[in-house]
């Protein structure tokens, strides 16, 4: 059974274009999360939300829009893709916000030509 | 200056070596610490989790915090090929996000 579960897996497409990741977890947990890690590693968290409800959008450029139809959805959609948006993107849960364990997905691996 | 700060490594050791690895903060807020474990295309995963400071063990693994030097350590006794991984660590203030704040990662490769 796949806890957190994101689709697709990998997405390449070109620049200027418009793209939509979806993330799904089945553990009843009320916080998500989108995260973007760059190619050093580097975990950046880009949304929080909380029985959907957006409780953390850190400085990320309005081309990015998240959207939780229920508290088990999380889908991020990118519009006119750029080269610098790169990366793996992850979702993440967890039971409640706060220091609780943060479940992840497989990823996200988006290459903008 | 980044408010983590962890060594990219690679960090290569041989089966069967005790591990170290660290992280060093600039937030004195942060009271809760944690690591996770990557394993190449997969999401990170919890490894450990301390509040404040003290040492916490789990099997194989010691989590250790000193706010005092600001300083965090994960240890790896009896250290398996299984081990290599990237390990990030990641804290939070008690604050009403809790949004946590991660390491970049050491990438540690276990030679058998």
């Known amino acids: 059974d796949t806890a957190v579960s994101q689709t697709p897996k990998y997405l390449v497409t070109q620049m200027g274009n418009d793209k939509s990741i979806k993330c799904e977890q089945n553990?009843?947990?009320?916080?998500m999360y989108w995260y973007k890690q760059d190619s050093k590693k580097f975990l950046k968290i880009m949304f929080s939300?909380?029985?959907?409800?957006?409780?953390i959008n850190e400085t990320v450029p309005n081309r990015f829009s998240p959207k939780s139809p229920d508290k088990a959805h999380l889908n991020l959609h990118i519009n006119s893709l750029e080269l610098g948006d790169s990366a793996v993107y992850f979702c993440?849960?967890?039971?409640?916000?706060?220091?609780?364990?943060?479940?992840f997905g497989p990823g996200t691996r988006l290459t903008v030509t | 200056q980044k408010e983590v700060e962890q060594d990219p490594g690679p960090l290569s050791v041989p089966e069967g070596a005790i591990v170290s690895l660290n992280c060093t903060y600039s937030?004195?807020?942060?009271?809760?610490f944690m690591w996770y474990r990557q394993y190449s295309r997969k999401g990170p995963e919890l490894l450990m989790y301390?509040?404040s400071s003290g040492n916490k063990e789990d099997g194989r693994f010691t989590a250790q915090v000193d706010k005092s030097s600001k300083y965090i350590s994960l240890f790896i006794r009896d250290s398996q090929p299984s081990d290599s991984a990237t390990y990030l660590c990641?804290?939070?203030?008690?604050?009403?996000?809790?949004?946590?704040?991660w390491g970049a990662g050491t990438k540690l490769i276990i030679k058998p």
């Open positions: 993440a849960s967890s039971l409640r916000t706060g220091p609780s364990e943060q479940y």
């Open positions: 553990l009843g947990h009320d916080t």
């Open positions: 939300y909380n029985n959907k409800e957006l409780i």
């Open positions: 937030n004195s807020a942060f009271q809760y």
């Open positions: 301390t509040y």
């Open positions: 990641a804290m939070t203030p008690m604050d009403s996000n809790y949004q946590l704040i």
